[in-house]
């Protein structure tokens, strides 16, 4: 068997060929069926790189979770060419930057998306775009035009070393980097969650996370690994598409962030029904969600990851209530993982990226002595992880040290709360103070009165609030995690109507 990620669906086709591959609001593709519309896509995309061929160039895809996104991306592969897959939601503004930093020979697209035309967008790019000879829409089916009779094959087998995507983070500041990663992590990735989930042929996962995120990506490709099917719905603000595709489909396994299975034990409980397990990442989560999950039948296991290296550590079925409610798990096969003096976590082993497309060097403050810095507090004890917050947002108030991160779990003890975000603003008198962001339960009745007197009878008196907003929903990024930059200019700019202390 090939350790490549395309070998994963040859591999996948060869035992499973009949059995669905992707199931799609109600569309169904086969497993021999989604190969079969990889590689015509990959013959167009052969016949409109010319004699230069695109072994080792970048494809960019652009596309909602849909067969659009896995054909194009697969397609990259079979030619030898290193995919950069992008999250519809992006923007003009968000493409000119990341596709400048990539510089891809190609890119695959919907025609337009949620109102927005790529299509044009991208005409109006190109000019700025030097290394782009051809743009190929697709629908979001996947289908393409039908070229068996060109006699293009394949032009590339990669090694497993070699880079198979270029993976652009979420993050809210900064110039776009684009992650280098390998076959080998992918397909090594998959397989640990294709095991550590006991999956099967016959099982179904819900997948919103999107693919063109690694947590996403990984979900996918694991599913496939199994020869099980991927329920593919669109990450968006409205929970219809979800509901439809866990009442018509039946899964069996759902993966999302804590802020997508809090929604549903919060509003549609019954939804979850005959999900046996998950993966939950992108946010900590809070122990009392991942008991009633357990309570309702669905085990939901945290993970920990980053798009620099994968998924790192993970909890495992079998493991004592006690550690997979606080912990995200014991570090994945291949990872070393240690806690530096200034608590960060660090990591190294062969999945960590080597650096960025397009830098000459690894990044100084990323990588220190061979261990890359994940920017995570952290604490391992006994080999279990509990992730404590993030560095960059400690938070000092009046000279006393504030990690979000546990005024965000405290608060989420309320039995009202849903959502909860907690980050610092300045303060003449005290240098920093808290600001908490809270959606409520739908239904329940909740103050920010009454909540910064249950935060006060729960920790000390600096780690309570100075304000709290009430909120009908958290900003989040593509990945489902707070969209920190947007609460922090909502608290310098003010919320009008918010209910706010």
């Given at each position: 068997?090939?350790?490549?990620?395309?070998?994963?669906?040859?591999?996948?086709?060869?035992?499973?060929?009949d059995?669905?591959?992707?199931?799609?609001?109600?569309?169904?593709?086969?497993?021999?069926?989604?190969?079969?519309?990889?590689?015509?896509?990959?013959?167009?995309?052969?016949?409109?790189?010319?004699?230069?061929?695109?072994?080792?160039?970048?494809?960019?895809?652009?596309?909602?979770?849909?067969?659009?996104?896995?054909?194009?991306?697969?397609?990259?592969?079979?030619?030898?060419?290193?995919?950069?897959?992008?999250?519809?939601?992006?923007?003009?503004?968000?493409?000119?930057?990341?596709?400048?930093?990539?510089?891809?020979t190609?890119?695959?697209?919907?025609?337009?998306?949620?109102?927005?035309?790529?299509?044009?967008?991208?005409?109006?790019?190109?000019?700025?775009l030097?290394?782009?000879?051809?743009?190929?829409?697709?629908?979001?089916?996947?289908?393409?035009?039908?070229?068996?009779?060109?006699?293009?094959?394949?032009?590339?087998?990669?090694?497993?070393?070699?880079?198979?995507?270029?993976?652009?983070?979420?993050?809210?500041?900064g110039?776009?980097?684009?992650?280098?990663?390998?076959?080998?992590?992918?397909?090594?990735?998959?397989?640990?969650?294709?095991?550590?989930?006991?999956?099967?042929?016959?099982?179904?996962?819900v997948?919103?996370?999107?693919?063109?995120h690694?947590?996403?990506?990984?979900?996918?490709?694991?599913?496939?690994?199994?020869g099980a099917?991927?329920?593919?719905?669109?990450?968006?603000f409205?929970?219809?598409?979800?509901?439809?595709?866990l009442?018509?489909?039946?899964?069996?396994?759902?993966?999302?962030?804590?802020?997508?299975?809090?929604?549903?034990?919060?509003?549609?409980?019954?939804?979850?029904?005959?999900?046996?397990?998950?993966l939950?990442?992108?946010?900590?989560?809070?122990?009392?969600m991942?008991?009633r999950?357990?309570?309702?039948?669905?085990?939901?296991?945290?993970?920990?990851?980053?798009?620099e290296?994968?998924?790192?550590?993970?909890?495992?079925?079998?493991?004592?209530?006690?550690?997979?409610?606080?912990?995200?798990?014991?570090?994945l096969?291949?990872?070393?993982?240690?806690?530096?003096?200034?608590?960060?976590?660090?990591?190294?082993?062969?999945?960590?990226t080597?650096?960025?497309?397009?830098?000459?060097?690894?990044?100084?403050?990323?990588?220190?002595?061979?261990?890359?810095?994940?920017?995570?507090?952290?604490?391992?004890?006994?080999?279990?992880?509990?992730?404590?917050?993030?560095?960059?947002?400690?938070?000092?108030?009046?000279?006393?040290t504030?990690?979000?991160?546990?005024?965000?779990?405290?608060?989420?003890?309320?039995?009202?709360?849903?959502?909860?975000?907690?980050?610092?603003?300045?303060?003449?008198?005290?240098?920093?103070?808290?600001?908490?962001?809270?959606?409520?339960?739908p239904?329940?009745?909740l103050?920010?009165?009454?909540?910064l007197?249950?935060?006060?009878?729960?920790?000390?008196?600096?780690?309570?609030?100075?304000?709290?907003?009430?909120?009908?929903?958290?900003?989040?990024?593509?990945?489902?995690?707070?969209?920190?930059?947007?609460?922090?200019n909502?608290?310098?700019?003010?919320?009008?109507?918010?209910?706010?202390?």
């Amino acid at each position: 068997m090939t350790d490549t990620v395309g070998g994963l669906l040859d591999s996948a086709v060869d035992e499973h060929a009949d059995r669905p591959a992707l199931l799609w609001q109600g569309a169904e593709l086969a497993y021999a069926e989604l190969r079969q519309q990889v590689v015509v896509l990959a013959k167009r995309l052969e016949r409109s790189a010319g004699p230069a061929g695109l072994v080792g160039q970048r494809i960019a895809i652009i596309a909602p979770n849909s067969p659009a996104l896995a054909v194009a991306t697969f397609a990259a592969w079979r030619v030898g060419a290193v995919a950069v897959p992008l999250t519809a939601r992006l923007r003009e503004w968000e493409l000119e930057r990341i596709l400048g930093d990539a510089e891809p020979t190609a890119v695959v697209c919907v025609a337009s998306h949620g109102g927005y035309s790529f299509a044009e967008a991208l005409e109006r790019l190109s000019p700025g775009l030097p290394t782009l000879r051809s743009c190929l829409l697709a629908g979001p089916a996947g289908e393409v035009e039908d070229e068996r009779r060109s006699g293009a094959t394949r032009v590339s087998e990669p090694l497993a070393a070699e880079v198979a995507a270029l993976l652009y983070s979420s993050g809210t500041t900064g110039a776009p980097r684009g992650a280098l990663v390998s076959h080998a992590r992918e397909v090594n990735g998959a397989r640990a969650f294709r095991d550590l989930l006991e999956l099967k042929a016959d099982d179904r996962a819900v997948l919103i996370v999107p693919i063109s995120h690694a947590f996403g990506l990984t979900c996918f490709l694991a599913t496939l690994a199994a020869g099980a099917a991927v329920v593919l719905v669109e990450s968006t603000f409205s929970p219809g598409p979800l509901l439809r595709a866990l009442e018509e489909r039946r899964p069996t396994l759902l993966h999302g962030s804590p802020t997508l299975f809090a929604s549903l034990l919060g509003s549609r409980p019954e939804a979850l029904d005959g999900i046996r397990s998950g993966l939950v990442a992108g946010a900590p989560s809070p122990s009392a969600m991942l008991e009633r999950l357990a309570a309702h039948g669905l085990l939901a296991l945290n993970v920990y990851g980053l798009t620099e290296a994968g998924a790192v550590s993970s909890c495992r079925l079998d493991d004592p209530p006690a550690v997979r409610l606080t912990t995200v798990g014991r570090a994945l096969p291949g990872f070393e993982l240690r806690v530096a003096n200034d608590g960060v976590l660090e990591l190294r082993g062969p999945a960590v990226t080597p650096g960025y497309f397009g830098r000459s060097a690894p990044d100084v403050d990323a990588f220190v002595d061979g261990w890359f810095r994940t920017g995570d507090l952290a604490t391992i004890e006994g080999g279990y992880v509990r992730i404590v917050g993030r560095a960059k947002d400690v938070v000092q108030v009046g000279g006393f040290t504030v990690v979000p991160a546990e005024v965000e779990a405290v608060l989420l003890e309320h039995p009202d709360v849903l959502e909860a975000a907690v980050l610092g603003r300045p303060s003449e008198r005290m240098g920093e103070v808290l600001e908490a962001f809270v959606v409520a339960r739908p239904g329940a009745v909740l103050t920010s009165i009454d909540l910064l007197r249950f935060a006060r009878s729960r920790v000390a008196g600096y780690k309570v609030p100075y304000a709290l907003r009430m909120l009908p929903s958290l900003p989040v990024l593509a990945s489902g995690k707070p969209d920190r930059r947007r609460l922090r200019n909502l608290a310098a700019a003010g919320s009008a109507g918010s209910d706010d202390v």
